[in-house]
């Protein structure tokens, strides 16, 4: 599979390969993270959320994983499909009552 | 069920145009967010409203522009007198509170 640095704007991997996209992010007091998938002429759609009491969620296909000393966070799809095709993005929060706080997104291109 | 709904979906105005964008949020939500998504920013908060209240508006570009939520169920935010600069996707979100947001369409804003 594919492992990306640091945000990378971009990620091409094939059809089937596992995919990894990576965020920083910018509080250490954030207690709540979601990640975000925008298809093109669409609002973003919740993927998968952690909590800051955790460090790993798993959901269908989807995995978070959440590095709270570097305050790292990044996203495992496994076997990758050409609907997975997308915009990615992470957010924070950072307390009850605020608005999330995106990161640059990722655009995710999977080849047949 | 429905989801937040957006309207215009298009606008296309001429510099110095009144714009009116509106958003219906999902039933029982209690907290509504308007952000801007363009290609240089990415995604950027603009204002948001707990229980109709605004909350946060230091996203706010400057006093061109402006938002309103006169009921649970209804939020406006309107720009006057619109510029080229303005020119972006505005999507509105809406949550229970909790972090997680759920997204409109958008409304694809085009100031010539």
């Known amino acids: 599979g594919e492992s990306v640095g640091l945000h990378l704007p971009t990620l091409s991997v094939q059809e089937g390969d596992n995919s990894i996209i990576n965020c920083a992010y910018s509080?250490?007091?954030?207690?709540?993270f979601i990640w975000y998938k925008q298809e093109s002429g669409k609002g973003p759609q919740f993927i998968i959320d952690?909590?800051?009491?955790?460090d790993k969620r798993q959901g269908q296909r989807v995995t978070v994983l959440l590095n709270k000393t570097v305050k790292h966070l990044s996203l495992q799809i496994a076997a990758t499909q050409p609907g997975d095709s997308a915009v990615y993005f992470c957010?924070?929060?950072?307390?009850?009552?605020?608005?999330?706080?995106f990161g640059k997104g990722t655009t995710l291109s999977v080849s047949s | 069920d429905a989801g937040v709904i957006q309207s215009p979906r298009h606008e296309v105005t001429e510099m110095g145009q009144e714009v009116t964008l509106r958003c219906k949020p999902i039933?029982?939500?209690?907290?509504l967010f308007w952000y801007r998504q363009t290609m240089m920013r990415g995604l950027e908060l603009l204002i948001y409203?707990?229980?109709?209240?605004?909350?946060?508006d230091s996203g706010m570009p400057e006093d061109r522009f402006s938002a309103k939520m006169p009921n649970a169920s209804f939020s406006t935010l309107k720009i006057q007198p619109s510029e080229p600069r303005d020119s972006a996707v505005y999507f509105c979100?809406?949550?229970?509170?909790?972090?997680?947001?759920?997204f409109g369409e958008g409304s694809r804003l085009t100031v010539l």
């Open positions: 979100a809406s949550g229970q509170g909790n972090g997680e947001l759920f």
């Open positions: 509080n250490s007091a954030s207690d709540y």
């Open positions: 952690i909590r800051s009491n955790m």
């Open positions: 957010a924070e929060h950072l307390q009850a009552g605020t608005a999330l706080i």
């Open positions: 039933s029982g939500h209690n907290s």
């Open positions: 409203f707990n229980n109709n209240v605004p909350i946060d």
